[in-house]
């Protein structure tokens, strides 16, 4: 099991994921999840963008998100701290899901997936992560990771509308991570 809450407090104030950035210039919707946002650093960009959010996630720690907004800010953020596997989640215009969706438990994966896509309004949007089998990571216990055909199957009753494979060297040139960062619009 990862360290979610030291993670969360070294991330802290990292810039925003860069599907988010790019699909908000794009893009003005009303509503957003951000599923598994850790310290907030998407929640945060997009309650500055007059977006409201909910922001979920297993460890929620709200002051790293309310900490750096505003008191009209705050009124956009709401919070539900617990697994999403189990949560269930209101209709939204957008599902944020970035570096998360791989710590889904291997056999809730798909019915997560659905949920996601049962969540979205009527042309609404995923941006978020899957990580590719050929992710280091995959090697431990317990990722969810999909090959590229197995993660463009997932996005079927989505258009897709950005799809970029990023892969990252350590510094010590010891772990690569491989993930396909995505922006898919469901079909009506
Ligand atoms: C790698 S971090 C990514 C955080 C943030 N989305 C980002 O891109 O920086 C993964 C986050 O997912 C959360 N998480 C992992 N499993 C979860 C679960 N089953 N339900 C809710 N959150 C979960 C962790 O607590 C952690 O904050």
């Not at 944020?96 to 438990?105: E, W």
């Not at 291997?106 to 049962?118: A, G, T």
């Not at 042309?123 to 590229?148: A, E, P, Y």
Request: aromatic share 12%; net charge negative; charged share 30%.
């Amino acid at each position: 099991m990862m360290d979610w809450e030291e993670y969360q407090r070294v991330t802290y104030g990292e810039p925003p994921s860069s599907n988010i950035v790019t699909f908000l210039t794009h893009q003005n919707p009303k509503t957003a999840i951000d599923l598994g946002c850790g310290c907030g650093n998407d929640t945060v960009y997009m309650v500055k963008k007059g977006i409201n959010v909910i922001a979920i996630d297993l460890f929620l720690n709200k002051n790293y998100i309310l900490d750096r907004l505003t008191e009209e800010e705050k009124e956009r953020v709401s919070f539900i701290e617990g697994n999403f596997e189990e949560i269930e989640l209101p209709k939204t215009d957008v599902v944020v899901a970035n570096n998360s969706l791989a710590f889904c438990s291997l056999n809730n994966f798909e019915k997560l997936w659905q949920k996601i896509y049962d969540a979205l309004n009527d042309k609404g949007f995923f941006v978020g992560h899957f990580v590719s089998k050929d992710d280091i990571r995959t090697q431990k216990n317990g990722i969810c990771s999909f090959t590229l055909e197995e993660t463009k199957k997932h996005l079927e009753n989505y258009y897709i509308v950005s799809f970029i494979e990023v892969k990252k060297e350590r510094k010590d040139k010891q772990e690569e991570s491989d993930i396909f960062s995505i922006v898919a619009q469901k079909r009506s």
